[in-house]
């Protein structure tokens, strides 16, 4: 018996086109969500609201602090990764036609990416509470910009400039086409190349952040220092 299964067709098979890019915005979401959180719960503990405490040597290094909350991060994600990518759609019966050697070569600069891109935007959260808020409004939007819910020819060519900012646009285009629509990994090189510079990109932006982030600890820790010494210097005098 003839059965019609509908591939990458808006009309019959809206869970072979859309929720497959949904997977892939929400790996990334989930990351940049789970840096921020930990990000905002360091500067609340810290008393002087940095995001690195100041005279642990272990925090001298910029490149040494980003490359151990990469690890970390990657570690936990792959297991995550590997779930949302290969066993979410089979539990749904997604097509899936790419092979899982295929899928790993995508999700290791996707992963990579969205982790550096996760650590310079948590740099901007002073609070806990500021990460989920703009979580919640920018993931519909980013969704749009992947050009799989919405056709990407319609999209303004200034919001395509934006989208390339995201790793999620890349990711959810090269993962969709390969899984729902059997391209190869030679039909997606644009995509591919593109998610390795944004790896190498937001890694030396992360690296110079947290750099920028050792050094102002630094300076506002002896600007402290300096002022509490100055008021005791003043209330003895007084007395």
């Known amino acids: 018996v003839d059965e019609d299964v509908p591939l990458f067709n808006p009309k019959g098979g809206y869970g072979s086109f859309v929720l497959p890019a ?14 921020g959180l930990s990000a905002g719960t360091t ?23 980003v490359f151990g909350k990469a690890l970390v991060y990657f570690m936990i994600y792959a297991v995550m990764g590997a779930w949302l990518v290969a066993a979410v759609p089979r539990l749904l019966h997604f097509p899936q036609l790419a092979t899982w050697q295929s899928l790993l070569t995508i999700m290791l600069p996707y ?16 609070y806990r509470e ?3 808020l703009i979580m919640v409004f920018v993931s519909v939007p980013l969704l749009f910009l992947t050009g799989i819910s919405w ?19 890349f990711g959810a285009r090269a993962y969709v086409r390969m899984n729902s629509m059997g391209a190869t990994l030679y039909d997606v090189l644009t995509e591919y190349r593109i998610l390795w510079i944004q790896t190498g990109a937001y890694f030396l932006l992360a690296v110079a952040v947290y750099r920028y982030q050792i050094l102002r600890a630094r ?15 003043a209330r003895t005098l007084n007395s």
Do not use: H
């Open 22 to 35: 949904v997977l892939m915005l929400i790996l990334q979401q989930t990351l940049v969500l789970g840096i």
């Open 151 to 169: 056709p990407q020819n319609n999209i303004p060519s200034w919001l395509q400039g934006v989208s390339w900012l995201f790793p999620s646009t």
């Open 43 to 65: 500067r609340e503990e810290n008393p002087l609201g940095a995001l690195v405490p100041v005279g642990d040597k272990r925090y001298e290094s910029s490149f040494a602090i």
């Open 111 to 126: 992963t990579l990416a969205c982790i550096f891109f996760g650590i310079v935007v948590s740099c901007l959260v002073k």
């Open 219 to 233: 300076r506002y820790a002896k600007d402290r220092l300096l002022f509490l010494k100055r008021n005791r210097e």
């Open 130 to 132: 500021n990460v989920m």
